[in-house]
């Protein structure tokens, strides 16, 4: 499966952003799919998981409350809405697909794999 990350970008801090994934070769219905982000100079870290049926959903403590992880298996596209942006959540985005079961690890990226080039987002104070 190949994975496309989009909708990065600048934005003040307070803003809004809305990142998606886009998969191509395999539907992703099959597949349990997450964020990670790294800022510059930072190892990789999670930011949000879901599993293939949404049913559910595992965040990292820094963004819960102010990000949303879904997906529309039909669209085969997963969302990472991010609001109440801080300049701390600076960092290239990307997301990554597994088969494993998130509930033993949705946090580990060795569980994952596929992965997606990332997208910018930059959170100006």
């Known amino acids: 499966v190949q994975l496309q990350a989009s909708g990065g970008g600048l934005v003040q801090a307070g803003g809004s952003l809305r990142l998606s994934c886009a998969a191509s070769?395999?539907?992703?219905?099959?597949?349990?799919m997450a964020w990670f982000r790294q800022a510059p100079g930072k190892e990789r870290e999670f930011v949000a998981a879901?599993?293939?049926?949404?049913?559910?959903?595992y965040y990292t403590d820094s963004v819960k409350g102010r990000f949303t992880i879904s997906r529309d298996n039909a669209k085969n596209t997963v969302y990472l809405q991010m609001d109440s942006l801080k300049p701390e959540d600076t960092a290239v985005y990307s997301c990554?697909?597994?088969?494993?079961?998130?509930?033993?690890?949705?946090?580990?990226?060795?569980?994952?794999?596929?992965w997606g080039q990332g997208t910018l987002v930059t959170v100006s104070s």
């Open positions: 070769g395999r539907t992703l219905g099959s597949y349990g």
């Open positions: 990554a697909a597994t088969t494993r079961a998130l509930r033993f690890g949705a946090d580990d990226s060795g569980r994952y794999d596929y």
């Open positions: 879901i599993t293939w049926s949404g049913g559910s959903t």
